[in-house]
């Protein structure tokens, strides 16, 4: 193998130690080149939990009529989009802050609340963009294994140090699916201690229909340390205008706005998302085709003797039992994209997004062929 070169050698020590220990998050297969390796021309990717049903027409519009004013920076308070989402969840605009979809935020509080010697608390797995925010600040990051597929909140609490920065907690949860009920989370953030912020990631909110939901946004902002986190990317299907935002008490959200980036959420963005807020029936549409597909999923899995997670989100986990890997291959060379978990730490997984309800029965149609793959290490 070829050495280094000297100047090579120079520069990278001009990068901070813990850039080199980061490695780029690894999307889910995209459709074109899924197309181009195996000669495809109809493929369904069911691999990032977005909505199938795209955006509302309401929303589409809104976008076009707003293309002429792209010459202009957007409004860096985003002004008009605050106050819609602070009148939704009833609160003040200085409580919610905007920003290039959750990911940026969870990047902007590891970068205002971790450092080096710090903790960052989280599930294990869990949502893949946690721990980069820890190795970024030169903070530890604390792994708390899940029980029955869903976060353990005791074993949490019960990891909690003086060092204990920030906890990051995704319900639903990602990639399991799992919900834990508004009561557990009460209990948890009453006993979290106040020096430790927790983010209670809930990009998936919209999916859930467990009995015990609904009170998640009242009771952490009961709290002074809590941060939730919603995303127009899921529901609203703005994956690809990247709007996500926080809603706290105004000093967190403050210490947000200190450091976010000035123009943070495009002018399209902004008008899109405004739009799909007032566009409540095409929620309930795609909250209906949802619970069908994951009926329809868990039923599949039932039939073919495979454990599926019960899913409160917009995808199902299916555990194979063996290596995922050649079904996952198999499903791919017949144009259906899923997300293979050995990555998130759960070998032997597939997460599968619910998709329209053609796109849906494809899966399950290209799933059976597929299991019968060979099995292996493909
Ligand atoms: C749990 C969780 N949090 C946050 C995000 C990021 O959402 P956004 O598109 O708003 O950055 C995702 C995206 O898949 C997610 O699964």
Known sequence: MASTPEWLG?????????????VPYVPGTPIIDVMAKYGLTDVVKLASNENPFGPAPAVIEAIRAAVPEIGLYPDAGAVELRQALATKHGVQSDQI????????????????????????????????????????????????????DAHDLDAMLGRITDRTKCIMLCNPHNPAGTYLPDGAIEHFLEAVPKHVLVVLDEAYYEFVDHPDHGRSMALALGQPN???????????????????????????????????????????????????????????????????????????????????????????????????????????????????????GLPGHLRVTIGTPEQ???????????????AGSG
């Not at 120079?10 to 980061?22: D, E, G, N, T, W």
């Not at 849906?360 to 799933?367: A, G, H, W, Y």
């Open 97 to 148: 802050s905007v920003a290039n979809g959750s990911d940026e935020l969870l990047q902007t509080i590891g970068y205002a609340v971790l450092g080096e010697g710090d903790e960052l608390l989280i599930g294990d797995p869990t949502f893949l963009r946690y721990e980069p925010q820890a190795i970024l600040n030169r903070a530890r990051t604390v792994k708390v294994p899940l029980r029955d």
């Open 226 to 344: 809590v941060l939730v986190l919603r995303t127009f990317s899921k529901i609203h299907a703005l994956a690809a205008l990247r709007v996500g935002y926080a809603v706290g008490r105004p000093y967190l959200v403050r210490w947000i706005e200190q450091i976010r980036e000035p123009f943070n959420v495009n002018s399209l963005a902004q008008v899109a998302a405004l739009a799909a807020l007032r566009d409540e029936t095409h929620v309930q549409q795609t909250l209906l085709a949802n619970r069908a597909g994951r009926e329809l999923y868990t039923q599949t899995a039932a039939r073919l003797g495979l454990r599926a997670v019960l899913s409160q989100a917009n995808f199902v986990l299916f555990d194979l039992g063996r290596h995922e890997q050649p079904v996952y291959e198999a499903l791919l060379r017949r144009g259906v994209i899923v997300r293979a978990c050995s990555g998130m």
């Open 360 to 374: 849906c029965d494809r899966f399950v149609r290209e799933f059976e062929v597929a299991l019968s793959a060979p």
């Open 10 to 22: 120079a520069i990278a020590s001009a990068v901070k130690p813990q850039v080199h220990r980061l």
